[in-house]
Nanobody
Framework: QVQLVESGGGLVQAGGSLRLSCAAS????????WGWYRQAPGKQRELVAT???????NYADSVKGRFSISRDSTRKMVYLQMNSLKPEDTAVYYC??????????????????WGQGTQVTVSS
């Protein structure tokens, strides 16, 4: 079994910073790509940032220059450093991982996993 657990959300004033963390636990898997997504009240979930196994990143235009995604492959963790936060960044932030999961009978299969979400609130 694989689980993703997020932490680091909270309340911060506009212009402040937060760092979100997400850890993957379990065994028999490797991570192909990580992503951070967010969902504000009344809005669809949107992509914030991604990073693949080679370290290539991409960001939503709304967060470019302010947010940075990074990973620790050994610890199987991903981070989102959020600087210069704005009230419009307020949302529940979700960690996502695309995994290659190994079983003796089936070999490797690709599976998507999501964290439980962590609330980020930016006050004006």
């Amino acid at each position: 079994q694989v689980q993703l657990v997020e932490s680091g959300g909270g309340l911060v004033q506009a212009g402040g910073s937060l760092r979100l963390s997400c850890a993957a636990s379990g065994s028999g898997f490797s991570i192909n790509a990580w992503g951070w997504y967010r969902q504000a009240p009344g809005k669809q979930r949107e992509l914030v940032a991604t990073i693949n196994s080679g370290g290539s990143t991409n960001y939503a235009d709304s967060v470019k220059g302010r947010f940075s995604i990074s990973r620790d492959s050994t610890r199987k963790m991903v981070y989102l450093q959020m600087n210069s936060l704005k009230p419009e960044d307020t949302a529940v932030y979700y960690c996502h991982a695309a995994l290659s999961l190994y079983s003796l009978s089936r070999g490797y299969t690709v599976n998507d996993y999501w964290g439980q979400g962590t609330q980020v609130t930016v006050s004006s």
